[in-house]
């Protein structure tokens, strides 16, 4: 049973390892995934401590429907408090680690302290043994596993790692698996680092026991045919997600150098098509690859074609790879995207955010604020390809003053360059934004502001707000399953509605992410796909669990609160620049320069974008502070927290 | 005219590399997700982005039918594949070093060899494989659609020479 | 737990909305729907004048590629000169 899978608490420092089950009152709470994991957080830590240090705990999981027939079961969810942020931190990576960590009886890894040496976690049907890494200390992300592979002498061995950017500290650096699974995102990886924890592998051939398995059998090829069905899902699996990228910039929506502009002009040699294109050895319908049990394979594989790296093999880009490395920068290259991509692969880093930050530091060079003196002599421009592939070394090695300075992450970076570079900096709690502009998409520069791990697209971004869909069409998606009868619209320049559209998407990812699964499998691309309704029944049918579509709702509500508690906790108020639910005063001030007629001109207007502020704040049951009223708390039954029920 | 019997066609580069063939299977026979327990694996180079699974041929002249001390291999007249009948099998594993695709399992957790019994006419790893790397045809028309492929190759290579011959 | 297997969920009705073959514009205001001709390499909004270049995932199913970088850019400017602040207008010429 899914249900019987354990979590193990694991000091590092002491070598104690106490594994326990999950009791089912805390699955009917939380269910898994990052749900748990966010109970767990801020049950297993305290205030205050520093996310580098013993003290800090971090959580590994598979959601609850890890491995079994739910389609794309494969997520592997890490948490812990951020390095980057110094709130929640908060990653999600695909690939094929958590089945193995399920099979391998595991559902929850809590781990604590720091290990006097570099060690590995080797979990294997239902023990777990803490080994000497020494050998594995300064390898790249694939060495590692490949190594442990050996060792251990199984080639279906499946690790969650830290690069060399997690070894040395930088504050953004992933958890990866495979060849580029990334949980990439609030530096988890630098997290693994400063436990000296080079890698979790795993490898099991435990059964789970499938509730009802003709049922699932059954409701899963009808999951699949709606998932699969889906246009966005068809263009994935052909073009991977560079094509949102390709499609933002065509009407304006992304970034170039640093937000000053909001499209890269002339970009054909990035475009998604291209890759394909030139990628011929391994990109196309069938030269894309899936994540466990996935039928909408949107991962290109591919080889460099040229340049110093030719003929390396690896998989991607992603969007984030396309805009950190293409547009933002403004190096319009293919083979600069693909070799940037390569290298936060191998040295496993945020490739969004250290994309972010050079770009940043770009834009701090040619305004004279960073000199060729803090440089070592790198005329850190936009356009220079070879300054970007530089500066990912210097940062994940962090060589030199400012290799060294922006490993630090952006708002730390920030107080040692001094002068007015934070102004510069395109953030939301500390974390950069993805390289897509919201000045034009209201509902979108809302989840950006307020999303509980700092800026991001993948915590409430209401993707579907740009199709321009009729308003029955997202009244049938926005009023389910707890009814909704305010103000939708359609037009996705407006800032009508666009509160609850954000709630509501914040609530639905909770859902998969508590799940395990992809959203590309769910309402955030496309919005035929499967959410809240059709969730129940592939709970039911692989665990047994009965749950209503609003049982998962108050789950999702459940967990997105307590986030919001542990955020409170360490200091997030709502105004605060660095750790608030606010943007760069860029959105408000300069209006966009390019793209579509429409989009010329548009800036995020302060009056409403605060009062879109207070309603989401009040859709949440949160007071004009965001802060959880005593009464929302105890409707949702987290008064008592921290209650330590595991 | 005798049934033709169909077979797993598996064209190994269209695979993704997902794994779910792996799943239904062990949910199919076994009730529980649990890739060591299913009929059908994807073998992996990972580095190079090489996925090929592997299942059982159903041989004519089958090794594992040949080397079974106790005689519980047969070849099921309807579906044409070869059966395990566990009621004779001794679980001896002989007919597992014999197989010369590894396709013969042992399950660890039932205690008994596994194979891939075509689920009674509706193998799952097909049912679910939505780029077709696994398919269910009948016998004869496998060859017939290697042929197809090679013929295309051959008459896209003959344009290209063509191309190459008209610039000089 | 009596799950109605049969129903069909909220988001599986939506599926009959589902249209082939077209796309919308990409200005905000127009998104008015674009059907190119089969295999068709390029179209022009009747609305509102913006061109795209067109990629074909399959026979019946044409995606945006791009912008035709030199209409578009210049209905762009036109608009830039229109609706921006000189000082902003100028950042874009630099």
């Not at chain 1, 011929?280 to 996935?294: A, D, I, L, R």
């Not at chain 1, 993805?434 to 209401?462: F, K, N, Q, V, Y």
């Not at chain 3, 001709?37 to 270049?53: D, H, L, S, T, W």
Request: charged share 25%.
């Amino acid at each position: 049973m899914a249900l019987d899978r354990k979590v193990a608490y694991i000091d590092l420092a002491t070598g104690n390892i106490e594994t326990r089950p999950i009791p089912l009152d805390v699955r009917k709470k939380y269910l898994g995934g990052r749900g748990l994991d966010a109970y767990l957080l801020y049950n297993h830590t305290e205030k205050g401590i520093d996310p580098l240090g013993p003290k800090n705990t971090l959580m590994i999981s598979a959601g609850i429907l890890g491995a079994t027939l739910a389609s794309a079961s494969a997520r592997t969810h890490i948490m812990a408090k951020s390095p980057l942020t110094d709130l929640l931190g908060s990653a999600n990576m695909g690939g094929f680690f958590a089945p193995e960590l399920a099979w391998a009886g595991f559902h929850h890894l809590v781990i604590k302290g720091k290990a006097k040496d570099p060690v590995y976690l080797w979990i294997h049907n239902g023990e777990i043994e803490i080994r000497d890494a020494s050998n594995l200390w300064g390898k790249t992300v694939t060495e590692t596993q490949w190594a442990i592979r050996e060792e251990l002498d199984d080639e279906d061995v499946k690790c969650a790692v830290c690069g060399p950017a997690g070894e040395n500290l930088v504050r953004y650096a992933n958890v990866m698996t495979g060849i580029k699974n990334s949980a990439g995102r609030s530096g988890m990886g630098a997290v693994m680092g400063s436990k000296n924890l080079k890698a979790v592998a795993a490898r099991g051939t435990m059964d789970i026991k499938i509730a009802h398995p003709m049922d699932a059998l059954n409701y899963n090829r009808r999951f699949i045919d709606q998932i699969v069905s889906a246009k966005v899902n068809q263009t994935q699996g052909t073009l991977g997600t560079p094509f949102i990228w390709g499609a933002t910039n065509s009407w304006g929506g992304v970034r170039c150098r640093n937000f000053q502009y909001n499209q890269c002009e002339y970009a054909d040699d990035i475009e998604p098509e291209r890759l394909d294109e030139i990628a011929t050895e391994t990109m196309g319908p069938y030269h894309m690859t899936g994540c466990f049990g996935c039928q909408v394979h949107c991962r290109a594989q591919y080889k460099i074609p040229s340049g110093p790296y030719a003929g390396k093999y690896d998989e991607g880009p992603e969007y984030t790879s396309e805009g950190a490395f293409g547009g933002e920068p403004d190096c319009k290259n293919a083979v600069t995207v693909l070799t940037s991509n390569h290298l936060v692969d191998q040295w496993g880093v945020d490739n969004l955010e250290i994309g972010s930050i050079i770009s940043w530091a770009m834009e701090l060079f040619e305004e004279g604020i960073l000199t060729s003196k803090d440089t070592d002599g790198l005329e850190l421009r936009f356009g220079n390809d070879e300054a970007l592939l530089e500066m990912i070394r210097r940062i994940c090695f962090r060589e030199g003053w400012l290799g060294d300075t922006l490993a630090e992450g952006g708002i730390q970076a920030s107080e040692k360059i001094g002068k007015d570079s934070f102004e510069y900096l395109i953030q939301v709690k500390g974390m950069s934004n993805l390289h897509s502009d919201e000045r034009a998409t209201p509902a979108l520069a809302l989840g950006i502001a307020t999303g509980s791990r700092g800026s991001d697209h993948l915590r409430s971004r209401p993707a579907i707000d740009l199709y321009h869909l009729p308003e029955e069409v997202l009244r049938k998606v926005y009023g389910n399953p707890v009814p909704y009868d305010g103000p939708l619209s359609s037009d996705h320049t407006s800032y009508v509605g666009k509160a609850w559209m954000v709630f509501w998407q914040e609530l639905c990812y909770m859902g998969v992410d508590c799940l395990g699964i992809c959203k590309y499998h769910t309402t955030f691309l496309g919005a035929t796909l499967p959410n809240f309704e059709d969730w129940t029944k592939v709970l039911y049918y692989n665990t047994g669990l009965e749950m209503s579509p609003t049982d998962i709702w108050g789950i999702a509500e459940r967990c997105y609160n307590i986030e919001r508690l542990f955020n409170l906790r360490e200091g997030l108020t709502r105004d605060d620049p660095r750790k608030g639910d606010t943007l760069n005063h860029r959105y408000f001030d300069e209006p966009c320069l390019r793209g579509a007629p429409d989009v010329i001109g548009a800036t995020i207007d302060r009056k409403k974008f605060h009062k879109m502020i207070d309603e989401y704040y009040e859709h949440h049951g949160w007071d004009e502070n965001g802060v959880p009223t005593p009464e929302t708390l105890k409707r949702l039954g987290i008064d008592k927290e921290p209650s330590h029920l595991l | 005219m005798e049934p033709m019997g169909k077979v797993l066609m598996i064209n190994y580069e269209k695979c993704t590399g997902c794994r779910l063939c792996e799943l239904v299977c062990s949910v199919m026979h076994e009730g529980v997700s649990n890739p060591s327990r299913s009929r059908i694996k994807v073998v992996k180079w990972e580095s190079e982005g090489l996925y090929v699974p592997i299942s059982c041929q159903q041989c004519q002249d089958a090794p594992c039918v040949n080397v079974c001390p106790v005689k519980a291999l047969s070849r099921d007249e309807t579906l044409d594949f070869v059966e395990v009948d566990y009621d004779v099998c001794i679980g001896c594993r002989a007919c597992v070093s014999a197989c010369p695709f590894g396709a013969m399992s042992f399950d660890v957790i039932a205690k008994k060899v596994i194979k891939c019994d075509l689920c009674d006419g509706d193998p799952q790893c097909v049912r679910f494989c939505e780029i077709e790397a696994v398919e269910y045809v009948d016998a004869d028309r496998v060859s017939v659609f290697k042929k197809r492929d090679a013929a295309q190759r051959l008459s896209a290579a003959q344009k290209e020479a063509a191309a190459l011959q008209a610039q000089l | 737990m009596a799950i109605d297997t049969e129903k069909l969920s909220g988001a599986e009705t939506l599926r009959k909305t589902r249209t082939y073959g077209k796309f919308r514009c990409h200005n905000p205001s127009c998104m008015g729907r674009l059907t190119p001709a089969a295999g068709e390499k390029q179209v022009r909004c009747p609305v509102c004048g913006m061109e795209f270049r067109v990629h074909w995932i399959r026979p019946d199913f044409p995606r945006i590629r791009g912008p035709v970088w030199d209409v578009n850019r210049r209905l762009a400017e036109e608009a830039a000169a229109k609706k921006l602040p000189k000082k902003a207008a100028k950042k874009e010429g630099k």
